[in-house]
């Protein structure tokens, strides 16, 4: 972060003499005002509800241009590392701010590899849930209970139990999302089995059996690992926000973590994928294709909640670079599975057709997003509509953990406290009960 060379000056129309406020640059985007010393100077604080126009934190993880549609992690465009790289070598990149060669890329492979399995007793805990819970709430609480399970690494303030509560959280994700499933169907939990990657891994805990043989399908595994890379970080969205917020306080990543899970799994963040494939259900029972107008008319109508789940984002006002490369796997995965016909896909396409088109949403600059076409990979993998958002967690957690790690490093990390424009009572008396 560095001073730019213009300040900006902040003026009053009552007379208050105007104040000065320092500029700072990124290395790209755009530049923010510094108003950290504005109270103390005016009595004033700045009012933001969701940070339309806030930067909370510097960061050097994730870089997002939603104007050009670009999304870059530690620099390096989503596309090349979709292409290039595994899910392993981008949390590596992540963590550590640069690719590893192959001798790193293998010791952190192994390192990962060796942390798959969970406490035994995790799923004593495990069995307290009823079998009809939603994974999503299972994951909040297993995630949470790491820190009951792993006392060793809790300490945020301690470098190496956040390098080692890193490792832990990336390598027992796939094996919690995979327990959470197989308690809801009632099928016995597969072990990890180190020789797989860790996409195949995930395959194998999540759809074999201890009766028969599973081959995990390369073509898959490769569909799998990109939803996992697509999704590894997308700098300072809500759960990343919710992650930073509470692990300022100090708390431990395990906490941290379980914090950001809960808050992912919020429709209008990583429940979209969820709703958005319910909506192709809805669309699709109600006549398919033909009730695409009917349902737009819905979408556009003010006095309706209904909104085209998929589409739109708070920073991509252009595209979402990763709705095309899951576009693509998406065709990948029906091809290999011999379900190009699928009608579901073919609905996705004609509704994302027509709304591109449709002034209000061109006006509006809503594209279609990450979520709009990973529900329909995931449908045809296998996995349940209601782990869509477990999947996600998994794979986002490299990215919160990057997060929370630059906060502990940052000199100018405090903890988080927003302020607030108070509407309520002035100071009133309790009045006696008789006269309530
Ligand atoms: N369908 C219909 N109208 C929409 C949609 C949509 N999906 N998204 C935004 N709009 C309209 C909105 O009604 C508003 O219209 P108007 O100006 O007439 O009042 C305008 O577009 C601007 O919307 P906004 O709510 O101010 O935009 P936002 O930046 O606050 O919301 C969003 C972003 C992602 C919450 C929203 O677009 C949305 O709810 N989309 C559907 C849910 C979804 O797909 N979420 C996944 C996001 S990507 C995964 C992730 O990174 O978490």
Redesign the pocket.
């Known amino acids: 972060m560095k001073l730019a060379d213009n300040k900006a000056t902040l003026s009053f129309s009552n007379g208050k003499p105007a104040i000065e406020l320092p500029v700072y640059s990124g290395n790209i985007g755009p530049d923010v005002i510094d108003i950290r010393k504005l109270y103390g100077q005016t009595g004033m604080f700045t009012y933001d509800p ?1 940070f339309l126009s806030t930067a909370s934190c510097q960061s050097a993880i994730t870089y997002i241009d939603g104007d050009k549609g670009e999304l870059l992690y530690r620099g390096y465009p989503i596309e090349q590392l979709a292409e290039n790289c595994d899910f392993l070598e981008t949390c590596y990149l992540l963590l550590k701010g640069s690719l590893p060669n192959a001798t790193e890329k293998k010791s952190f492979t192994d390192l990962v590899t060796h942390h798959t399995m969970v406490n035994e007793q995790m799923q004593f805990f495990l069995r307290g849930f009823r079998r009809d819970a939603h994974p999503m709430a299972i994951l909040t609480g297993l995630i949470g209970a790491l820190s009951a399970f792993y006392h060793d690494s809790t300490d945020i303030n301690n470098p190496e139990h956040r390098e080692i509560s890193a490792i832990r959280l990336i390598a027992k994700l796939p094996t919690l999302v995979a327990m959470a499933y197989k308690y809801g169907i009632g099928q016995p939990y597969m072990y990890p089995q180190n020789n797989l990657s860790y996409a195949g891994n995930f395959l194998r805990m999540m759809f074999a059996t201890p009766c028969e043989e599973y081959k995990v399908n390369p073509v898959i595994e490769k569909a799998l690992d990109r939803i996992f890379i697509l999704h590894a970080d ?1 700098e300072q ?3 990343t926000s919710t992650v930073r917020l509470c692990g300022s306080s100090g708390t431990n990543p395990f906490a941290a973590i379980a914090a950001g899970v809960a808050c ?1 799994w919020g ?4 429940g ?2 969820e ?2 494939l319910n909506m192709l259900y809805d669309i699709q029972n109600q006549g398919g294709v033909a009730k695409i107008g009917e349902f737009i008319k819905q ?2 109508d ?1 006095n309706s909640s ?10 991509y006002k252009n595209y ?1 670079p990763r709705a095309k490369l899951m576009q693509q796997t998406c065709n990948e995965v029906l091809t290999e599975l011999g379900l190009e016909k699928d009608p579901l896909f073919a609905l996705a396409k004609e509704l994302e057709k027509i709304a591109l088109e449709d002034e ?2 061109v006006s ?1 600059k ?1 594209y279609p ?4 076409y990973s529900g329909i990979v995931q449908r045809a993998i296998g996995i349940p509509v209601n782990l869509f958002t477990g999947i996600f967690a998994l794979a986002r957690t490299v990215g919160w953990i990057a997060q929370l790690n630059e906060m502990i490093g940052d000199p100018e990390y405090k903890i988080g406290r927003p302020r607030q424009l108070f509407t309520g009572s002035p100071r009133r008396d309790v009045p006696p009960i008789a006269k309530r």
């Open positions: 969701g997308h969205n809500a759960s992912l429709p209008a963040h990583g979209a994928n709703a958005a979408v556009k003010k209904v909104k085209l789940m998929g589409f739109g984002h708070r920073v979402d209000y949403f509006r809503l997003n990450v979520d709009f």
